[in-house]
């Protein structure tokens, strides 16, 4: 299984920036968004290149968005699921697992150690920027 990519302090950080100026704290919110970036593209083209049964690329579970909170930032499909709508006769009770295990999970192995560079560059980029100010 993948391991997340934390880092400490973030909230502290967000918090300074959101006491200076808002515009410096949505640029860390940009920020966490780019270096998310690689592993939806990633965990995007997986999905889409069969390994999943059924699942081609262009499908719309093989589309992936970023999400960004507080103090994280994540990939998740950009499909919603149909809950308690149609018939339960046809639904994929392992495709959450599928899709974890063998798209999203291997696109942040493969990028973990790209994410970690480029969000220290951002949060530098930033900083610089809020020395500026």
């Known amino acids: 299984m993948a391991e997340a990519v934390h880092v400490e302090g973030l909230r502290e950080l967000e918090r300074a920036f959101g006491a200076a100026d808002r515009e410096l704290r949505n640029d860390l919110r940009d920020a966490l968004s780019e270096a998310a970036a690689p592993v939806r593209s990633d965990a995007q083209s ?16 093989t589309r ?3 999400g960004v909170g507080a103090s994280i930032a994540y990939v998740v499909p950009a499909e919603r699921g149909a809950k308690g709508r149609g018939n339960t006769r046809y639904r994929r009770p392992n495709f959450k ?3 974890l295990g063998r798209a999203m999970e291997p696109a942040l192995e493969r990028n973990q150690p790209n994410v970690t560079r480029r969000f220290a560059e951002l949060v530098d980029d930033v ?3 809020w020395d500026r100010t």
Do not use: D, F
Request: proline share 4%; aromatic share 4%.
């Open 64 to 66: 992936m968005r970023i």
């Open 127 to 129: 900083c610089r920027v």
């Open 97 to 99: 697992e599928m899709l």
């Open 46 to 61: 997986i999905a889409g290149s069969g390994v999943i049964r059924n699942l081609r690329a262009g499908q719309p579970w």
